[in-house]
DNA sequence: TGGCGCGTTTAGATCGATCTAAGTGTCAAA
DNA sequence: TTTGACACTTAGATCGATCTAAACGCGCCA
């Protein structure tokens, strides 16, 4: 049982191999008799195309290389949903890994990539990836995009968001609702979108005329969270709202709060990032910064494909806008020496 | 800039092509001294081995396509995982579709994957999968595991879980705390995991002598579930207790119970499927069957790579054990008569 | 000196497509 | 009748590896 070749078709269908190669790439070029004599026998005969063989004479994969820092995380889930959707429509293939975050595994799966000849990589670079895993890539010619975070001091097609505006309503949100000591949540992980996410909070409490009352840095895990309150709340100085990096934080923290009878939205304000679907889960409602992985994973691969069709085009960044979702989680402040 | 190959490596260490080729395929064939002599000239020539040229002449592509419901489900997303993390270490490269349980978008996949010359298939079949799906793949000679799902009347390699224990002390666990009226909330795709759960379901209660009060079938999002809840709870005879074919429809019921006043593990009883992170976010903590996805990935990737290595051995089943694990929302059975 | 075995190396065919450049046949214009 | 344009078709080289089968050098023994 062997497998049956454009040669086999050919000679079924009475023409050459090339005639043959012209009907399975959809070229004009062929007559429209004999382009139904060869799709019959293609039917007849059961052929696959090989697209190992036609790669190596015209180098095109028709693949591309995605590496996500962390599947179990359902906004990465997301994100790689929204690139697999467009990437899937262009007839592209899409090569997984799972980089746990680790620069040296996303290093070996890129040069398992390119011994498969992906055509490009859309990468969210693991935490503390070099400089150099970019620029190699450029190097090598091989199309790279970059999303949700940049490797410092690189540039190449990027897709993101804009935090800037979710995270100047979040404040102000809190700064209507009379809070002044505001602590943030972040994340043990370093990485562009961690950075520039405290970036903005800053920001945003400086043009309130407010210095964050702390800064503290969590495992990005619901129990890490959950466990770190009594902690956070027995502070010196007690925050009246807390800010955290994303909602594993922020659910985490939640449920913490309400371990200890601390009442999210009325004894502490709380807000998370991402608005993912658990925030309408637990009561009060968890306010959020909504950000739109699916989208973001959706320019991504566009970026993708404009730079396939232009490789020498100007480098572009697309980011999607945020904006803040209020919930119960976030209320006005209470003073608990009133208590 | 042209591309480096082998006869450039095999030139510049001297040797012949056949001879470089047994270098980088580990042949023990080689003296330790050509050996070294190769491989410095690989490093010197930054050569990438070009594996769709090897798998053309060599018949082995070392890629596996893997076809998934639905990743922004997070259990499917840990199965991925479990998948991916299997396959890494094997040297295999995951070929990813989201079939969004659609037999269409499944087919085309399947079809795409073959002009890609995976080596095989690993599978949870979309909802409505047809038989001819697997038996077309087995025709092909193409290697496919089936995994959490299987699409009846047909027998391939299967990983999937062993539903009895966690359902039988599920319910055990109901029976116990005095519940005798139990509704079950199934979701409205059909597929084997469907259908197994519910049997596990009738039979684990006709095991205590009981039937199902009712079997209510909602679409699998948060949203749904918490939409049904009045209408399940105000039914001619009210429900002491619920359980869900998984998280999703329960944390949703969770919410929507509470929206009612109703309060989970007091009022009524309400025990999930899959005990998702997210479990233990709400309060009161979901009880839930927990179910390990990312074993059952483990599982399927292990299955595959036994059947590349032997493809003639006889079909294989693993299953992963269930188990109950109790949570506040579910408690002693209270009589809404008395109140 | 010739023949044999052993460890290593190699030339050349091959996988299944695409590309190039040349070759059909047909028909209208010169 | 020749010419050229046009629409289509094709033989043969080619991509970069692997496989087969043969050859090589070397030592050993008859």
Known sequence: ?????????????????????????NSPLVSSATREAVEKAIAELGYVYNLGAARMRASRSQTVGVIIPNLTNPF???????????????????????????????????????????????????????????????????????TLRAVPGTVTDYSGMDQHDGMHEAVNCLYEFGHRKIGYIASTLYHSAHTERLAKFREAMSARGLEPLFVRHLESTHQAARMAVPEIMNQRIRPTALLC???????????GLCDLGVMPGRDVSLIGFDNVAETDLVIPGLASVATEPFKVGESAANLFLRRIQQPDAEFLTKVEPTYFVQRGSCGPVRDFADA
């Open 245 to 255: 990096h994303n909602d594993v934080l922020a659910l985490g923290l939640h449920r």
């Open 1 to 25: 049982m062997k497998r049956v070749t454009l040669l086999d078709v050919a000679r079924h269908a009475g023409v050459s191999r090339a005639t043959a190669s012209l009907v399975v790439r």
């Open 76 to 146: 990465f889930a997301v994100l790689l949903s929204g690139i697999e959707s467009v990437l899937e429509k262009a007839g592209f293939a899409v090569i997984l890994a799972n980089s746990y975050d680790s620069p040296v595994k996303q290093d070996m799966f890129v040069g398992r990539a390119r011994e498969h000849g992906v055509d490009g990589l859309i990468v969210c670079p693991a935490a503390g990836t070099e400089k150099r895993f970019i620029e190699d890539a450029l190097k090598w010619g091989m199309p790279i995009i970059q």
